[in-house]
């Protein structure tokens, strides 16, 4: 019976890393499609024919919801790990929320883009200015399904101190995704 449980325990931990390996190359690769994009924009700027732009004040906003969002949801992978789910359940669905914000705050930005004459066409600033901003859109909208499983999860009481992986991989996902958009906004204000 001993050995029945030794073995589920280690046929949980595999699983575990297995899951954590699999999230860590797919940001892997998300991290070499954003390096080889701002690494054109670099290259296709030089080359002429750039119309400057603004970042929009919504763009600003953006980057302190999704900062606020990190910080929601480590608090409530803590209140996981203490077996606070009540806690831990008001906090996801917080994160959630603000990557809602987030998402709701970059259309506000694209239309002010689109005031400032900054298109998807037309110049390759504003192209890449799009792309860029469109594919973090992209990513973090799995991010917010990834929230929805994990919200919903919760509420069916999955989680405890014992069981945080879903809690776990969402957050390293959610992280990731900050610092990503906060690479792309230092990006597009220092080199527009």
Known sequence: MESLSLQEENLAERNSASKKLLLW????????????LTSAYIVRKMEGEWKP???PLAFYFSTAIIILSSVTINM????????????S???????????????FSQVMGWGALVGQGIYLVGNPSGSFL?????????HLVGGIIALI??????VMNKYNSQNTLGIELSASYW??????????????????
């Not at 409530?76 to 806690?87: F, G, I, P």
Request: include cysteine; glycine fraction near 8%.
């Open 175 to 192: 992280h990731f995704l900050d610092l990503l958009w906060i690479y792309l906004f230092l990006f597009l204000f220092f080199i527009h």
């Open 76 to 87: 409530a992978l803590s209140y996981a790990r203490k077996d606070k789910l009540v806690q």
């Open 149 to 154: 499983v994990v919200n919903i999860r919760a």
């Open 130 to 138: 799009f792309v860029l901003t469109g594919l973090h859109i992209v």
């Open 25 to 36: 190359v797919g940001i892997g690769s998300m991290v070499m499609l954003f390096a080889g």
């Open 53 to 55: 732009f603004n970042l």
């Open 89 to 103: 359940k008001q906090f996801l669905f917080l994160t959630f929320l603000l990557g809602c914000g987030f998402v």
